[in-house]
């Protein structure tokens, strides 16, 4: 990827004195910035922290909060628990996918605008069916209000 700007490696590690205990705060610098972590930084972070690139690896992937793929500007997440389930949040989340052009294997629009994800639980479940857009609640929903959800974020 050409498009990837090691430098911001450097500065994130360096504002963390290189320290190897920071990791989890130097990731979420690195998935702040990209909205993942690229795999390709992962030797430059550990040469800068001093540890193995399995270890900076393996806390990437122990925490779910951390993605090694490419997400949208704007990640879309759905309620499939037991309350949203009931009040049916798959017909809603089919037509989120119908609507951004998703099949079935893709949560991540080619254009990096969206990423639809499907969580157990938003606690949310007095507001069922319920989805999330980054930090943005709807509850209560229906098919009906996706078309006005996505066209608010569409840029």
Known sequence: MSNLDFSIVDDIVAKHDHKATAIISILQEIQ???HYIPKEF???IAD?????????YSVATFYENFSLEPKGKYV???CDGTACHVRKS?????????ELGLTDGQKTTPDLMFTVEI????GACGLAPVLTVN???YGRLTEKD????IAKYAD
């Open 32 to 34: 702040e910035h990209y």
């Open 146 to 149: 996706i078309d006005g959800i």
């Open 90 to 98: 798959i017909p809603i989340l089919e037509k989120l996918r119908k």
């Open 42 to 44: 992962f030797p430059r």
């Open 48 to 56: 800068k922290l001093g540890i193995s690139q399995a270890k900076a």
């Open 119 to 122: 969580v157990s639980c938003l």
């Open 76 to 78: 879309i997440r759905i």
């Open 135 to 137: 930090e943005d609640v």
